[in-house]
């Protein structure tokens, strides 16, 4: 038990020392980018290394982008916020990544849902996180649904997948830092989901079976 105690502990460190680096590369990376299309701009033909510049910045990008981009972590506010606008806005945010997968999303809301207490941004984080890892699921498309439910007082958001699944054995090693399968993938999606559904006291439970799909729900309290 300690053992455990003790990684969960050195996770959430590295989890909330993360989320703060990745905040503060942001403006920096902003203004590279800037600059390194103005150098293109300025020169007839580009410089022999812009495409790699230009590719390794979006990399930083991406990886950052798995992290709370737009809260500023140690300078967090919760309050009561509806569900239903945050995963209308996280699916418009997704669009292109499903139509490049050929998936559609597909919601159903109970009627009456009750507002939970969040960060806003961080909770949409979760959401954006889990639906890319959804559609990512799905190399040859389909449906990706995500619903909302009421079950006494929990609020559940159910991203359900019918893609590659996981096997039973990979199952632990999700949430932990750098766990991936994907040739480009940063493994630090969902640890960051996990870390962010904890502090509000809530929990994310996993089914999947390999070869037909995955079911990732995410639980919330209502105050
Ligand atoms: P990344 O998406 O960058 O790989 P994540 O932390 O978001 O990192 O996910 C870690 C791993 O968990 C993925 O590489 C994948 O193997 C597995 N995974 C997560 N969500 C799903 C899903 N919906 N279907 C199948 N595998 C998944
Ligand atoms: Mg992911």
């Known amino acids: 038990a300690e053992e455990m105690l003790r990684k969960?502990?050195?996770l959430s460190i590295i989890g909330q020392l993360a989320a703060g680096v990745a905040h503060e590369i942001r403006n920096p990376l902003t203004s590279l980018k800037g600059?390194?299309?103005?150098?293109?701009?300025?020169?007839?033909?580009?410089?022999?290394?812009?495409?790699?510049?230009?590719?390794?910045?979006?990399?930083?990008?991406?990886?950052?982008?798995e992290f709370l981009?737009?809260?500023?972590?140690?300078?967090?506010?919760?309050?009561?916020?509806?569900?239903?606008?945050?995963?209308?806005?996280?699916?418009?945010l997704a669009?292109?990544?499903?139509?490049?997968?050929?998936v559609q999303i597909v919601t159903k809301y109970d009627a009456d849902l009750p507002p939970v207490r969040c960060e806003e941004n961080q909770l949409k984080q979760v959401f954006l996180n889990l639906l890319k890892n959804a559609i990512e699921a799905m190399p040859d498309g389909g449906e990706v649904h995500v619903e909302v439910e009421r079950e006494d007082n929990v609020v559940v958001v159910r991203f359900?997948?019918?893609?590659?699944?996981?096997?039973?054995?990979?199952?632990?090693?999700?949430?932990?830092?750098f766990f991936t399968t994907?040739?480009?993938g940063t493994g630090l999606g969902l640890m960051v989901s996990y870390k962010i559904i904890n502090s509000l006291g809530g929990k994310i439970t996993v089914k999947s079976k390999e070869r037909e799909g995955s079911t990732f729900e995410v639980?919330?309290?209502?105050?």
């Open 182 to 184: 994907k040739e480009k």
């Open 35 to 65: 600059f390194l299309h103005l150098l293109q701009s300025r020169y007839e033909d580009k410089p022999k290394y812009y495409d790699i510049m230009l590719s390794e910045l979006n990399r930083i990008e991406h990886i950052v982008s």
């Open 69 to 92: 981009v737009l809260a500023k972590p140690h300078n967090v506010v919760f309050n009561l916020h509806d569900i239903r606008p945050m995963l209308e806005q996280i699916i418009l």
């Open 219 to 223: 639980r919330l309290p209502v105050v």
């Open 160 to 177: 359900r997948d019918h893609g590659c699944g996981i096997p039973e054995d990979r199952l632990p090693k999700l949430g932990e830092p």
């Open 95 to 102: 669009e292109t990544h499903a139509i490049m997968h050929d």
């Open 8 to 10: 969960s502990e050195m």
